[in-house]
């Protein structure tokens, strides 16, 4: 069975979403395929939910949060720029409101009414549920459509890849894209989770699982003079560290061997060595009798307290006037560094993006155009491309995806 389109649309994400609505918008007739029963799987579950779609801040400051190929996304973000998807979204009857951080989050705070003011507005477009894609059809270096697993071929003039990374490949994102790309002659560079958990070798971490800290500050380096600090949010669990400085910090090492990073947790980044050690001495001399794990609880969270003698292998039952200076140095120096042995990251089924993807240097940044194959465009996290936390992933996903509709509509209207 064979049928026919101008602008055929594959995943029916963010990306592909925003990609078919621009197609129709610039007057194509559009298919948009998804393999799911449902569009925008995994936009139910972003932001925990309440799906923080863009970030208001200024252009630099969006791009400074891009940490691989940012100046690919220029003209993407020119032709959909944060602003511009707030009013589309509200267009669209999906009104936003901007919290903390710029992040932009629906008003409703239910990641559903994004999906459904998108999928409203596809209307006019022939989308196909439960419709996997096995292999794209190409012909003499011009895209010509796709094959589905029921066997079935769509013809189209253009044809948009928006299948998504390989992270929560339950959401129906397992890589296809990848290999759609190499198949049509893209080098796809490495893979890798970001945005993920931190595995780690410190077995008095499993027992504070549970724990968040506020306001610590995570600091790591790795070789090539990778640096890395900043305070905030991190929470400890049954394999090690995670929250969002551990988030951070797994963008920055995706891909290396994280094993060789060296971090430490400043967990009183408020104060010096030298004021800390006023402090700790003023207390001893004030509570000499008390004990040291009961002591600890004026700087640390009580169950942390209660861990963290044996950490610096002192007997937590000690009374604070017998604390020696070099076990208070011990304890003192562990509060403003305590080592961090990084194993590794969570897998891709954890992790909220895919670093690496369908290279950008055989992609053109002002059309999403492949360089190689006419009539193919790429969109969203197939990419090469990724960001930190606060909106940024899903506003390159609308953005690419914006862009890419458009220029394959105009493509697919000229090759008619
Ligand atoms: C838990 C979690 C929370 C997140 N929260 C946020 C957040 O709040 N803000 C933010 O900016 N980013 C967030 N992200 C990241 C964001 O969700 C992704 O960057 C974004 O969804 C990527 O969009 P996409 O359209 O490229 O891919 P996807 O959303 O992965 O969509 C791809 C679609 O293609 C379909 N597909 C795949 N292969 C085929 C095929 N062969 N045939 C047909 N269809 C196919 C898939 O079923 C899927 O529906 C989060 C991610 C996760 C996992």
């Known amino acids: 069975m064979s049928s026919t389109t101008e602008v055929l649309v594959v995943g029916g994400g963010p990306a592909g979403m925003a990609a078919?609505?621009?197609?129709?918008?610039?007057?194509?007739?559009?298919?948009?395929?998804e393999r799911n029963e449902k569009l925008g799987k995994k936009l139910y579950i972003t932001g925990k939910g309440r799906c923080n779609v863009t970030n208001l801040c200024g252009r630099d400051a969006f791009l400074e949060q891009v940490p691989r190929n940012p100046r690919f996304l220029n003209a993407a973000l020119d032709f959909l720029s944060p602003a511009d998807l707030v009013d589309w979204l509200k267009r669209l009857g999906c009104p936003t409101v901007a919290e903390?951080?710029?992040?932009?989050?629906?008003?409703?705070?239910?990641?559903?009414?994004?999906?459904?003011?998108?999928?409203?507005?596809l209307a006019g477009a022939d989308v196909r549920l439960g419709a996997g894609v096995s292999s794209l059809m190409t012909e003499q270096g011009s895209a010509l459509g796709a094959r589905l697993d029921s066997g079935a071929e769509i013809r189209a003039r253009a044809v948009v890849v928006a299948t998504g990374g390989l992270s929560y490949p339950l959401t129906g994102s397992t890589?296809?894209?990848?290999?759609f790309a190499e198949q049509a002659g893209h080098e796809v560079t490495p893979r890798s989770p970001s945005l993920t958990g931190l595995v780690t070798s410190d077995a008095w971490m499993r027992?504070?699982?549970?724990?968040?800290?506020?306001?610590?500050?995570?600091?790591a380096a790795w070789p090539g003079k990778g640096r890395y600090r900043e305070q905030g949010e991190l929470l400890f669990t049954h394999y090690g560290i995670s929250g969002p400085l551990a988030l951070t910090l797994?963008?920055?090492?995706?891909?290396?061997?994280?094993g060789q990073a060296q971090a430490f947790i400043d967990l009183k980044p408020a104060l010096d060595a030298a004021t800390l050690?006023?402090?700790?001495?003023?207390?001893?001399?004030?509570?000499?009798?008390?004990?040291?794990?009961?002591?600890l609880t004026a700087y640390l969270p009580s169950s942390l307290?209660?861990?963290?003698?044996?950490?610096?292998?002192?007997?937590?039952?000690?009374?604070?006037?017998q604390v020696t200076a070099p076990q208070r140095d011990a304890l003192l120096g562990l509060m403003k560094r305590l080592p961090v042995h990084i194993a590794g990251?969570?897998?891709?089924?954890?992790?909220?993006v895919t670093r690496g993807g369908v290279s950008v240097r055989q992609v053109s940044p002002s059309t999403m155009s492949s360089r190689l194959i006419r009539g193919l465009y790429f969109a969203g996290e197939v990419l090469d491309v990724d960001a930190m936390t606060g909106g940024f992933n899903l506003h390159i996903a609308f953005a690419t995806g914006a862009l890419a509709g458009h220029a394959a509509a105009l493509y697919a209207l000229e090759n008619n």
């Open 20 to 33: 078919a609505l621009s197609a129709l918008a610039a007057g194509a007739r559009v298919t948009l395929l």
């Open 100 to 121: 903390r951080g710029n992040r932009v989050f629906p008003e409703s705070q239910k990641a559903s009414d994004v999906t459904r003011a998108l999928s409203g507005g």
């Open 175 to 179: 890589g296809d894209g990848y290999r």
């Open 207 to 219: 027992e504070a699982q549970g724990l968040t800290l506020k306001n610590v500050a995570l600091s």
């Open 250 to 258: 797994s963008s920055l090492l995706s891909g290396t061997d994280a």
């Open 277 to 295: 050690k006023a402090r700790f001495q003023k207390d001893a001399a004030g509570n000499g009798r008390r004990r040291l794990a009961g002591a």
């Open 305 to 321: 307290a209660a861990l963290f003698p044996g950490i610096a292998g002192v007997d937590g039952m000690t009374v604070m006037s």
């Open 345 to 352: 990251l969570r897998p891709f089924s954890e992790a909220v």
